[in-house]
């Protein structure tokens, strides 16, 4: 089955560091380009970050560019969100997201059930 | 950063009613958009891909249109599951931005 867990939320101080990991099954992170999304409380959804299938290609959204950091680990077929720099306004649920674009498909068809960050003193 | 713009941003209906969402783009998208179904606490679905691509699984009462910068999602004859909040997403250029919403609720 297709799917992707995500993990890593909780609750961090204003200026603290966290990471989000989503592990893919049922398909390889080598073969699908990768993205996260967030959605902050009662507000709608904010693509953050994408990464290529072959992590060569990496973009950012500018609320989050030079704070986030995408990566991810082909071993463990796991994508990661290291953020840093954390700011009240990035409570939010983040999903990660597989990415048709490698075929000419031009939508997000796989999400995870999301993880609950929330930065607060 | 192209902007997308949803109308309306609520809308009341009943079962068996027929809607009609619109999404206007900033500027030209092809047909790069995409619409998602969002229940609350739970991810985004797919709907439709490509304007107009009916995604797998999806009901028919489920269709949308459009090209450059005015998009629509149609729902025909409303379910109770169909109550919900709908995002269109351009897949144009980075980023890919979404629609802030439509939340379709019961009349």
């Known amino acids: 089955e297709v799917q992707l867990v995500e993990s890593g939320g909780g609750l961090v101080q204003p200026w603290g560091s966290l990471r989000l990991s989503c592990e893919a099954s049922g398909f390889s992170l080598t073969t699908y380009s990768m993205n996260w999304v967030r959605q902050a409380p009662g507000k709608g959804l904010e693509w953050l970050s994408y990464i290529s299938s072959t992590g060569s290609t990496i973009y950012y959204a500018d609320s989050v560019k030079g704070r986030f950091t995408i990566s991810r680990d082909v071993a463990k077929n796991s994508l990661y969100l290291q953020m840093s720099s954390l700011r009240a306004e990035d409570t939010a649920v983040y999903y990660c997201?597989?990415?048709?674009?490698?075929?000419?498909?031009?939508?997000?068809?796989?999400w995870g059930q999301g993880a609950l960050v929330t930065v607060s003193s | 950063d192209i902007q997308l713009t949803q109308s309306p941003s609520f809308l009341s209906a009943s079962v068996r009613d027929r809607v009609t969402i619109t999404c206007r783009a900033s500027q030209g998208i092809s047909i790069y958009v995409a619409w998602y179904q969002q229940k609350p606490g739970k991810a985004p679905k797919l709907l439709i891909s490509a304007a107009s691509n009916l995604h797998s699984g999806v009901p028919s009462r489920f269709s949308g249109s459009g090209s450059g910068t005015q998009f629509t999602l149609t729902i025909t004859s409303l379910q109770p599951e169909d109550f919900a909040t709908y995002y269109c997403?351009?897949?144009?250029?980075?980023?890919?931005?979404f629609g802030q919403g439509t939340k379709l609720d019961i009349k």
């Open positions: 997201a597989r990415d048709r674009t490698d075929y000419a498909e031009y939508y997000f068809d796989v």
């Open positions: 997403q351009q897949l144009n250029s980075y980023p890919y931005t």
